[in-house]
C-alpha cells in the first residue's frame, strides 16, 4: 500500500508536488465561455511571484490577511503565497454582511484583504480600515490602496527561493484563521496549525486509497472560505493530484456535473436531500410500471449495498434494473463519479440509503472546524451509513460520562483566536470537546445523535435529540426542512418548510406518519408551516446549515400563536 507523503507544511507540500507534476493540469475555471486549466507549475510560479510581491507591499508573517472569493484558481494561489511567507489566510463567506465582515477584521486584527469582485469590496471596505486590498478582478475602489492580482501574479521566474523558504516552516506553525459558521452566535476564529489539515490529509488518503485512486476529477462547488472544503477539496484533493475544477454556482451544479465528469465530490446532505427530492418527484409523474421498475431498483440496490439477501426476481432483474434505471440515474452525475463524500452536517440515513440504492458510493464524514476539521469517516468497503465510521488514523476518540465526544491528536486546532477562556473550555487535559453527543458500535463506528447545547430538555425532565426528529421530518417528501424546539415546555414543536409542490394537508399527514415512529414523548405536538430557511434571508450558513437561533427569532410571532 503506498504510503502518504511527508510534508512540514501546507506550501512546502504545494511546491512540492509542482515540482513532481509541473505540466499535470490542476485548478480549471468557466472562463469567457470555455474551461480553462492551469497546470502545476503555473500555479507554482503565480504563487511564488504573489508572495514575493506582497512581501514587497509590507505584508509580513504573522499578518492576517482576509481572502473573500468564490471558488476559483487565485483562491488557493493567493493562499498558498501567504503561506510561504508565513502570513496568515482568513477565508470568509462572500455571503456576509458589512456587520459580519466587521466583526472578522476587527476580531483577526486584519488590515488586508484579497476581494474577488467590485460588489464584494463595497461591502467590505466599510466594514473596517485596510491598508491594502488585492482586487482579483482588477478593480480599483477609492480611498483604499489597491493592487490586482494580476499584476502581483506576473514574475516569470522560477520559484524555487520561495519554496526554499515554505519548507523551513515547522508543522506547529499557525496555518490559517477559519471563522466558524456561526450557527449559535458570533463566529470565532479558530487557528489551525499546518499539523491539522496535514494530519486530516493523510487520514482521508489511507481511506480514499481503497477504491484505487487514480487520474481523478474533483469538482468544487462547497465554500472555500468553509473548513471542510478548505481542507478536503483544496489541500487534500491537490496532495492527491487531482484536477480541481470550480463550478460555476450552486444553480448551475446539475449541469456542470454533466460537463466536468467529476470522479470525486464533497457534498453537504441539504444538496443531496434537494437532489433525491426532484429525483422523486419526477419519478411520481411517471407511468405506474415505471414507478415500480425504479422501486424496484431501489430496493435491490439497497439489500446489495448492504450485504442482504435478495429475492430471485430481483437477482435476475438486476442487469435490466442497472442499465434502465441506476446507470441513467447516476448518468445525472456525469456518469463517472465513483465516491461522494457527505459532511458538514448529519446525513439522514434514509438519504444516504437512496443513493447507495443509485449504486453509489457515499461516504459520511464528521467533524468540526477545531480538528482540521474531520475527525472520522465511513470505511469505503464497509460503509454503515447510519454511522460517521471510525476516527482517522492518527486520531485518539473517545466518549465522556455524558456522551460528549472527545478527541486528541495532531488535528485539534491550537485555540479560539484572542479568546483564552473559550479555548481552556474548550481544549482540556490535550483532549478537545466537541459539544457533540455519541457513542461507538462494537465495530468502531461513531454515531452522532446530537449537539450537546441543542439537546431539549422538556418540563418533565425527559432529554430529546431534536436532530434526529428533524432528520425523519425531512426524509418526509412533503417536508423540505424543519427545526424541532421545545425546551422546558411540556412537548415538542416543530417549524417545517413545505417542499414545493405540496400543501400544508400533505405536511401535516407526513408528520403524523413520523410521529407514529416515535415514543409519546418525542412526538411533534404543534408544528407551523414557514417560509423557507436561505442564505439570502441569514437563516442558513453558507454550507446549508440551519442558524436554529436565528429561525427562532425570525418566527417568535408563530411560536408565540403556538404557545411556545
Not at 490577511?65 to 488557493?76: G, Q
Request: charged letters at 25%; a neutral charge.
Amino acid at each position: 500500500m503506498e504510503r502518504y507523503p511527508e510534508w512540514p507544511n501546507l506550501a512546502a507540500m504545494m511546491f512540492s508536488r509542482a515540482r513532481q507534476w509541473p505540466t499535470r493540469p490542476m485548478l480549471r475555471a468557466y472562463r469567457n465561455d470555455s474551461w480553462v486549466s492551469l497546470n502545476w507549475g503555473d500555479f507554482a510560479r503565480q504563487a511564488a511571484s504573489v508572495a514575493r510581491r506582497l512581501r514587497s507591499a509590507g505584508v509580513s508573517a504573522g499578518d492576517r490577511v482576509l481572502i473573500v472569493s468564490e471558488n476559483r484558481p487565485e483562491f488557493p494561489i493567493v493562499e498558498t503565497a501567504l503561506l510561504a511567507i508565513r502570513a496568515v489566510p482568513v477565508p470568509a463567506y462572500t455571503t456576509y454582511t458589512t456587520a459580519d465582515f466587521a466583526h472578522v477584521l476587527k476580531d483577526s486584527g486584519a488590515r488586508v484583504a484579497v476581494i474577488s469582485t467590485a460588489e464584494l469590496a463595497r461591502k467590505i471596505i466599510p466594514a473596517g480600515p485596510l491598508d491594502l486590498l488585492v482586487s482579483l478582478d482588477d478593480f480599483t475602489e477609492g480611498g483604499v490602496v489597491t493592487a490586482s492580482f494580476a499584476r502581483l501574479a506576473d514574475d516569470p521566474a522560477d520559484f524555487d527561493d520561495i519554496a526554499a523558504e515554505a519548507d523551513l516552516i515547522p508543522p506547529t506553525g499557525l496555518a490559517c484563521l477559519i471563522y466558524t459558521s456561526g450557527t449559535g452566535g458570533a463566529p470565532r476564529g479558530v487557528m489551525l496549525p499546518h499539523k491539522a489539515i496535514l494530519s486530516n490529509c493523510a487520514g482521508a488518503f489511507l481511506l480514499l486509497q481503497m477504491i484505487g485512486l487514480q487520474d481523478e476529477t474533483y469538482l468544487s462547488f462547497l465554500p472555500l472560505s468553509h473548513a471542510y472544503e478548505h481542507t478536503a477539496g483544496q489541500f487534500f484533493m491537490l496532495s492527491l493530484g487531482a484536477e480541481i475544477v470550480y463550478a460555476r454556482g450552486v444553480e448551475t451544479l446539475a449541469a456542470d456535473m454533466l460537463s466536468v465528469r467529476p470522479t470525486i465530490m464533497t457534498m453537504v446532505p441539504r444538496v443531496l436531500e434537494v437532489i433525491r427530492t426532484r429525483v422523486l418527484q419526477q419519478i411520481g409523474r411517471e407511468k405506474a410500471w415505471k414507478r415500480w421498475l425504479f422501486n424496484t431498483a431501489l430496493s435491490a440496490g439497497i439489500k446489495k449495498a448492504e450485504h442482504k439477501s435478495r429475492t430471485l426476481l430481483e437477482w435476475l432483474l438486476e442487469p435490466v434494473l442497472e442499465a434502465l434505471v441506476r446507470r441513467k440515474l447516476r448518468a445525472r452525475f456525469g456518469g463517472r463519479l465513483r465516491v461522494t463524500i457527505s459532511g458538514g452536517a448529519r446525513l439522514e440515513p434514509e438519504i444516504g440509503r437512496f443513493y447507495q440504492g443509485l449504486g453509489m458510493l457515499v461516504i459520511q464524514g464528521y467533524g468540526q472546524t477545531e480538528a482540521g476539521p474531520v475527525i472520522s469517516a465511513n470505511i469505503p468497503t464497509r460503509v454503515r451509513i447510519d454511522t460517521v465510521g471510525p476516527p482517522l488514523a492518527g486520531d485518539d476518540l473517545r466518549t465522556a460520562s455524558d456522551g460528549e465526544i472527545l478527541v486528541r491528536g495532531d488535528l485539534v486546532m491550537d485555540g479560539y483566536w484572542g479568546r483564552p477562556d473559550d479555548t481552556a473550555n474548550a481544549i482540556r487535559g490535550g483532549w478537545l470537546h466537541t459539544g457533540d453527543i455519541g457513542e461507538l458500535d462494537d465495530a468502531g463506528n461513531l454515531r452522532i445523535t446530537d449537539r450537546k447545547k441543542d439537546m431539549i430538555v422538556l418540563s418533565g425532565g425527559e432529554n430529546i435529540s431534536p436532530a434526529r426528529i428533524e432528520g425523519m421530518l425531512i426524509a418526509e417528501d412533503p417536508i423540505a426542512q424543519a427545526v424541532v424546539l421545545g425546551d422546558g415546555k411540556p412537548g415538542l414543536t416543530a417549524l417545517v418548510v413545505a417542499a414545493e409542490g405540496y400543501d400544508d394537508i400533505a405536511v401535516a399527514s407526513a408528520v403524523n406518519m413520523v410521529n407514529k415512529r416515535l415514543s409519546v414523548t418525542e412526538r411533534i405536538r404543534r408544528h407551523a408551516i414557514v417560509a423557507p430557511f436561505t442564505i439570502d434571508n441569514g437563516l442558513m450558513t453558507a454550507t446549508q446549515k440551519v442558524r436554529r437561533h436565528l429561525v427562532v427569532q425570525e418566527h417568535s410571532k408563530v411560536l408565540e400563536k403556538l404557545g411556545i
